[in-house]
Nanobody, 126 residues
Framework: QVQLQESGGGSVQAGGSLRLSCVVS????????MGWFRQAPGKEREGVAV????????RYADSVKGRFTISQDNAKNTLYLQMNSLKPEDTAMYYC???????????????????WGQGTQVTVSS
């Protein structure tokens, strides 16, 4: 069983930065693929960035490449998403997600992720 708790959302002006955190609680020693997803009102939930916690490999959506960085602190069991140069179109609820991988491929498809946090709201004003 895996429990995820996000924090760090808020309101910021365009061009600003935020760092999201996701604390991971697990009763297993399995290594996971972890991801950040977001969902804006009226839109589908989409993958933003994913990381393979064993190898540290990462993958980003084209819309956030060069602006967002996903990282992990294994000692703190925490996943991060550093968001720079934020744009109004980044406004969404952001979710942390985890899956036990069967391959090294980093999926963006939300249906591939079994465990989800409650989300944290990010609002970017112009």
């Amino acid at each position: 069983q895996v429990q995820l708790q996000e924090s760090g959302g808020g309101s910021v002006q365009a061009g600003g930065s935020l760092r999201l955190s996701c604390v991971v609680s697990s009763d297993s020693s399995s290594r996971y693929h972890m991801g950040w997803f977001r969902q804006a009102p009226g839109k589908e939930r989409e993958g933003v960035a994913v990381i393979g916690t064993a190898l540290g490999t990462t993958r980003y959506a084209d819309s956030v490449k060069g602006r967002f960085t996903i990282s992990q602190d294994n000692a703190k069991n925490t996943l991060y998403l550093q968001m720079n140069s934020l744009k109004p179109e980044d406004t969404a609820m952001y979710y942390c997600a985890a899956r036990v991988p069967s391959t090294v491929f980093l999926y963006f498809a939300r249906l591939m992720y079994k465990y989800w946090g409650q989300g944290t709201q990010v609002t970017v004003s112009s």
